[in-house]
């Protein structure tokens, strides 16, 4: 009951301040805002700051073709306008509204190229006062102000003065409605994309000189507000600090190139966010299935590490951002670690805490199932089960909100889960070692879990454990499943003598061993991919509470992989490494 108090008073003082901030931007904007502007309108865009993002010829190919193949789905036009088309589903629409495939037309880099994306926007903007609700989402109109700017040169080369004009003066009323939602936009990654999107203009547009100004101010507001000390964002999702500094990189070079001094809190968090990323790298450079990531990009993460002058070692205590990093002999283990995030950024969020992901060499053996592009999936991918952590009575360690009709005006926020996320870590000469727990089955259950692990400092073995303790009475309810969900890559087997026998496809193996409970093999499905949704397995410890309240677990590397690795000198792990903690 206390839990579902606490749960509505914080979604009734999230559900208030949107309120409010709605009317004060309705206020602001008032009947005749459209038509203000700080300073003449643009005549010329005098640079195209660079799109960093990867290019694939075969994308532009299909375009040639007439086949959009966004988010999923394929449209195929046969020469009308992909805006006429019918929309297989809103997704697909905000790809095709944002823009952001008019780089894969550059790669190209010939005369048809640029006939094809002028015609393409030519369409966009004849058909402007028509375009579907979701062409004018705050985050989708930010990223076609970007993609039309950083792409300006294979748009408007050899385009005659009449489409420049009418080029202009869309991208004016574009940035226009943009500096009227900034406020009222989601906030998290969408509000600063906006704030980048508007500062790009500035820059790139001449006579912006105090619009730049101001974008700049808005932008080290939202910046300051939103990165960390430690680099991560508010949200505590991975993927928007790749986003991020994938946006923000060629923002500081428009600064450079038009002889402008870039905010403080730009550079600032460009430098923070830079080694947090590093962080979050697995051993074969992907990153870990944590609070709304999905598939990694490894074009887009080769890129970014271009431009990482430090390439030191990361840091591994990501208190701020509630992340935990345990790297030895080629064994990376990167754990959740951290309270809920504020209401009002945690659309993405997942019930997800003291799960971990576990890497060796190029290989992922232990991850989390990820998210999901299918609304069909979006609850089971942010459940507790979907994720290699202990969950109480197959339910998740926080509530979503999930009502249809309140999720269409306030979004699919968290409204409750773990609170108080306590962590002890040791880093010795011998062992590095965590230990940590959180309070999300605490308001239900009066339950609090624990998870202990030890990695050796070769790297060659992880000793865990998951103990649930309960306050008062013995638990009417007490039933725990502690899973363990394998990259599909992995192949699993069981033992002769009843553990699980884990191997990469270059053959490097690890052992699972649980004494007090035989693991279960049991189907999985691995959610972020680039495949889509693949068949997986997870290791599975059903248990009873009341009967083993603590259950120790142990992962060993039994071969080595084709490329080998050499070994530490062998350190037995003990139970007693948290004695007294």
Request: glycine share 8%.
């Amino acid at each position: 009951m206390r839990a579902q108090v606490a749960g509505t008073a914080r979604l009734v003082l999230f559900a208030g301040e949107l309120a409010l901030r709605r009317a004060i931007m309705a206020l602001e904007r008032g009947p005749f805002s459209r038509w203000r502007w700080p300073g003449s309108t643009p005549e010329r865009l005098v640079i195209a700051p660079q799109d960093i993002r990867t290019t694939d010829p075969t994308i532009a190919a299909d375009i040639y073709a007439g086949l959009y193949a966004f988010a999923g789905k394929v449209v195929e036009t046969s020469g009308r306008s992909p805006f006429d088309m019918p929309s297989p589903s809103p997704e697909w629409t905000r790809v095709l509204h944002g823009f952001s495939w008019l780089r894969h037309l550059r790669a190209a880099e010939n005369a048809l190229a640029r006939q094809n994306a002028r015609a393409l926007v030519a369409d966009w903007i004849a058909q402007e006062a028509h375009a579907p609700p979701e062409a004018f989402e705050t985050e989708n109109m930010a990223r076609r102000v970007i993609a039309w700017i950083t792409q300006s040169p294979l748009i408007l080369k050899d385009a005659d003065r009449a489409f420049y004009r009418r080029f202009l003066r869309s991208l004016v009323r574009q940035v226009r409605r943009l500096r009227g939602r900034q406020s009222d936009a989601v906030d998290g990654y969408p509000r600063l994309l906006a704030a980048v999107a508007v500062g790009v203009f500035a820059l790139s547009a001449d006579n912006q000189g105090r619009l730049a100004r101001q974008a700049g101010l808005r932008l080290e507001q939202e910046l300051r507000r939103q990165i960390l000390p430690d680099g991560g964002h508010i949200s505590r999702d991975p993927s928007v600090i790749a986003d991020l500094l994938t946006d923000l990189l060629p923002l500081r070079q428009a600064y450079s190139n038009r002889g402008v001094n870039p905010p403080q809190a730009l550079l600032v968090a460009i430098d923070r966010m830079m080694p947090m990323l590093r962080f979050f790298r697995h051993s074969d450079g992907s990153l870990p299935h944590f609070n709304g990531m999905s598939a990694s990009h490894a074009g887009q993460l080769a890129t970014l590490n271009a431009y990482d002058d430090t390439h030191g070692r990361p840091v591994e205590n990501a208190s701020h951002s509630g992340y935990q990093r345990l790297e030895a002999g080629g064994t990376v283990i990167l754990m959740d670690a951290g309270p809920i995030p504020p209401v009002g950024v945690s659309q993405k969020a997942h019930a997800g805490c003291l799960s971990f992901e576990m890497s060796s060499g190029p290989n992922r053996f232990i991850v989390n199932c990820g998210a999901a592009d299918d609304p069909r999936w979006h609850s089971a991918a942010r459940s507790t089960p979907a994720h290699s952590t202990l969950s109480l009575e197959d339910m998740s360690s926080g509530a979503f909100l999930d009502t249809p009709r309140i999720v269409r005006r306030l979004g699919p926020v968290m409204i409750d889960g773990p609170r108080v996320v306590p962590v002890a870590r040791e880093d010795r000469d011998d062992v590095i070692a965590l230990v940590a727990s959180h309070d999300g089955y605490s308001g239900r259950f009066g339950a609090i879990h624990e998870r202990r692990l030890v990695l050796r400092i070769d790297g060659g073995e992880i000793v865990g454990s998951d103990r649930l303790t309960f306050a008062g009475r013995k638990p009417r309810h007490d039933r725990f499943a502690i899973r363990f969900h394998l990259h599909p890559l992995i192949r699993a087997n069981r033992t002769a003598g009843g553990d699980v026998l884990l191997v990469a496809p270059d053959g490097e193996a690890w052992t699972f061993t649980c004494g007090l409970i035989a693991p279960e093999l049991e189907d999985s499905v691995f959610l972020s991919d680039t495949l889509g949704r693949r068949k997986s397995l997870q290791i599975v410890l059903p248990g009873r509470a009341r009967v083993t309240p603590e259950v120790a677990w142990a992962l060993t590397r039994t071969a080595e992989g084709q490329r080998g690795r050499s070994r530490g000198r062998d350190v037995r792990l003990g139970p007693d490494l948290f004695a007294g903690s």
